[in-house]
């Protein structure tokens, strides 16, 4: 029976590239998978790439408010066999809509989702696409990194010019300033230490 996937973790735990070896594993027993990825994430727009150095091209972006049933319909329609899986990254940017969306995929339509994402944003609040995987998915896993002193990370901190921040905009990729924000993935412990114990 297939299922719905979600598969969360802190920034740079390597979503990106499980999500690439697992297309890799199924395309090795020569099956068709589809890659996608909600169309908001700027940064490498239309690519899925690993911090290993692993670069794909997606085969559809998801937009605001596209029907990720018929996306799916149309991309995979080219194959002569099933689609055996889709695997979504940075899923959290999907909006709860399109995480039913993939739900029905799943039961309705037969095709397993893997969706790859991060859990909360940098004020520690779930993302909405996030929030819903974890109410409705069949399974979840988390990828698991490290914190600058070797705890679990947690939580992820946004840098602006290299000095934590905890207010502003939940997606701040579309920033004029982009090149200044930047991420640590950090333990609760050196979260609540930087944020002078401020969580959202
Ligand atoms: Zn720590």
Redesign the pocket.
């Known amino acids: 029976m297939a299922k719905l996937y979600f598969r969360y973790g802190a920034m740079n735990s390597g979503k990106s590239t499980a999500l690439l070896q697992a297309a890799f594993n199924y395309e090795e027993r020569g099956q068709h998978v589809l890659l996608a990825k909600p169309e908001i994430d700027t940064k490498g727009a239309g690519h899925i790439s690993s911090r290993l150095g692993v670069e794909r091209p997606v085969d559809f972006l998801i937009g605001r408010g596209d029907d990720v049933r018929a996306l799916v319909a149309a991309h995979g329609a080219r194959y002569i066999g099933a689609v055996a899986c889709l695997l979504i990254d940075e899923a959290q940017f999907l909006s709860p809509e399109q995480v039913d969306d993939l739900l029905r995929l799943v039961v309705e339509d037969g095709i397993p989702v893997l969706a790859y994402g991060i859990r909360t944003d940098f004020r520690t609040r779930a993302f909405p696409g996030s929030a819903r995987l974890m109410e409705v998915s069949h399974s979840l896993e988390e990828l698991k990194t490290i ?3 070797g ?1 679990k990370a947690l939580f992820n901190a946004r840098l602006v010019g290299g000095r934590f921040v905890f207010d502003g905009d939940q997606v701040a990729i579309d920033d004029l300033d982009h090149d200044q924000v930047t991420y640590e993935s ?2 609760a ?2 979260y609540l230490l930087a944020s002078g114990g401020r969580l959202s």
């Open positions: 914190c600058r002193c705890r950090l333990c412990q050196d």
